[in-house]
């Protein structure tokens, strides 16, 4: 340290402050780069806004406990089955072994498997749930995700509470081959037990839902709901194009598409998709009420709402009932042309004599019949209705059996 000078100063050196050289790149963890509007955005006020861009409305991916936190009460979801975890049946091998790559997937989510199910109630409502998580190798589903599908599916019949799935997933999983590919065909099984008993099924549909997740149980509820501008679809858009030799529509794989061509029933956005399965619940489960002796809830005993038989009852309701038709009258024989009344009483007709093959019968004129015909009929309506009396059948004329009595 130098000396203090005379006017009582030290002579200090200046440290000018140094500045830090831009980053072109931000850190993961602080922000996220919207890829529809390429916007920077802050992840805490992502978070905030339940991970929707606030200046396009791209809907970002969830996790599945973010979107079970999105769904139902807090702190009311218990899961089911959290030991459930894939093996190595086959011995699969690509660039990775197939323990390998399960094991890196559950270190970053956290998660056993790629499925997440349990119990929860929504707006006071117990409801059965089953979530997809992407993040976990694609949300592919093999034989764990096949698995939980279909116990909550046999839990809810069980139960007879509503079952809800979300679907993230990208189609099968091709390590375990045709043991994934099994899994369609037994949680189709599962949840077309659940339609004679009348328990309601509600799919979600999100960004994305493809391959065999599209093609067995996340089409088949009894109301499927999805995101804006999810992709859905069973292949990709360059091979369902090479495959039909044809240019497809843009954005024939998106929920908007799908929505105009009836194939999903409602779009609802990420902030008002709780309350819109709140509501569905109140129209799909039947309500309870309140007995006023004790305070217990008993239910009504009404059949849950199934669409089909609502429209065919409202259908019946509307159309007026087609008249009776009123019987035919009985057809005239022999030539004859009676007028048949409606309250009048037809006699059995009188079986014709046997005939003679000596005495060849020569057949009456169709006009004396005629006349006959006409004076009962006249009097038959002088006598009235009631008293009418019935005109007599005549015999019928046996065929002749010789040809020149035939021609007269």
């Known amino acids: 340290m130098q000396p203090p ?23 993961p963890d602080l922000w996220t780069k919207c890829p529809s509007c390429e916007e920077m955005l802050f992840n805490k006020q992502l978070d905030k806004v339940q991970r929707v861009c606030p200046n396009c409305g791209h809907h970002f991916r969830l996790s599945a406990d973010a979107r079970i936190a ?13 030991g459930l975890q894939s093996v190595d049946p086959l011995g699969f091998v690509d660039q990775k072994s197939y323990p390998d790559r399960v094991a890196a997937a559950q270190l970053a989510t956290g998660m056993r498997d790629a499925a997440v199910w349990g119990t929860a109630t929504i707006d006071g409502r117990p409801v059965a749930l089953c979530v997809m998580d992407f993040g976990f190798m694609g949300g592919s589903m093999g034989a764990v995700v096949g698995e939980k599908v279909t116990r909550s599916a046999e839990y809810a019949l069980l139960q007879g509470m509503p079952l809800i799935i979300v679907s993230a997933s990208g189609g099968a999983r091709m390590q375990e081959g045709t043991l994934a590919l099994m899994q369609l065909v037994k949680t189709v099984g599962a949840l077309e037990r659940l339609r004679p008993a009348g328990v309601p099924f509600i799919s979600v549909l999100s960004d994305p839902t493809t391959g065999g997740v599209f093609a067995s149980f996340a089409v088949l509820g009894d109301i499927n709901l999805t995101e804006p501008n999810a992709l859905i679809g069973f292949a990709g858009a360059r091979v369902s194009a090479g495959t039909i030799a044809q240019e497809l529509p843009v954005g024939f794989q998106r929920s908007e598409f799908l929505f105009e061509h009836g194939f999903i029933d409602r779009i609802v956005h990420r902030s008002q998709l709780r309350a819109e399965i709140a509501k569905l619940l109140g129209y799909l489960v039947p309500t309870s009420r309140t007995n006023g002796s004790n305070g217990d809830v008993e239910p009504l005993g009404l059949p849950s709402f199934r669409p089909l ?100």
């Open 70 to 82: 999105l769904l139902v009460d807090h702190g009311t979801f218990t899961e089911r089955d959290p």
């Open 309 to 408: 038989s609502f429209l065919t009852n409202l259908a019946e309701r509307v159309m007026p009932s087609e008249p009776e038709v009123p019987a035919p009258a009985p057809m005239p024989t022999n030539g004859s042309r009676r007028a048949a009344r409606p309250n009048a009483t037809v006699a059995a007709p009188t079986p014709p004599a046997p005939i003679e093959a000596a005495e060849p019968v020569v057949a009456s004129s169709a006009a004396e019949t005629d006349t006959e015909a006409a004076e009962a009929a006249e009097a038959a309506e002088a006598a009235g209705p009631e008293t009418a009396p019935v005109a007599p059948v005549p015999e019928p004329t046996p065929a002749v059996s010789d040809e020149g009595t035939r021609h007269g």
């Open 5 to 27: 000078t005379s006017d009582g100063w030290t002579d200090m050196p200046i440290k000018l402050p140094s500045f830090r050289p831009r980053r072109d790149a931000y850190p």
